[in-house]
């Protein structure tokens, strides 16, 4: 592992960690040559996954775009960081162990969304108002519906958002 410091290719591993999930390896290492030290992170190398649109491009898989749509969604909120970064290693570790290498940017948004849904409900909307395009106030109005109608299931037709 070369150096962050110095270059020099030669390091020693004086401690290593597992994260909580068991996918990531933090090793503190230092410099042989100029005796500073340095952390890196050792996972497993996946197949890159990769993401087909609605107009059907592929793009590779961006665990920093899932991650901002989830932080926009959440701002002004009380969701905190650990939370957000908590449902992101979920929605990934979700992606990776699907058996195909390819998935549907909707397949991802629903994912989101459910993840939302458990953590907030005006970020949920938030997200939904943007992945789902409303084209009207009748459409935002049934997506409301629905989501009083899975918090109260007692919710009858007469108790919509009109």
Do not use: H, W
């Not at 068991?22 to 990769?50: K, Q, S, W």
């Amino acid at each position: 592992m070369k150096c962050a410091y110095c270059g020099c290719t030669q390091s020693r591993v004086v401690d290593s960690r597992q994260s909580e999930d068991a996918t990531t390896i933090r090793r503190r290492r230092e410099c042989e040559n100029c005796g500073r030290r340095f952390t890196t992170y050792e996972r497993i190398d996946l197949v890159p996954l990769m993401v087909v649109k609605k107009d059907q491009t592929r793009e590779a898989f961006d665990v920093g775009k899932l991650r901002s749509g989830i932080v926009k969604s959440c701002e002004k909120r009380p969701v905190p960081l650990e939370r957000i970064e908590e449902m992101v290693r979920q929605i990934e570790q979700r992606l990776n162990s699907q058996a195909e290498n390819e998935v549907t940017s909707k397949m991802i948004g629903e994912l989101v969304m459910e993840e939302l849904k458990k953590v907030d409900e005006v970020a949920y909307v938030r997200f939904a108002s943007v992945y789902r395009q409303f084209r009207d106030i009748q459409s935002f109005r049934d997506e409301l519906n629905k989501l009083l109608a899975d918090f109260d299931p007692g919710t009858t037709d007469g108790d919509t958002v009109r």
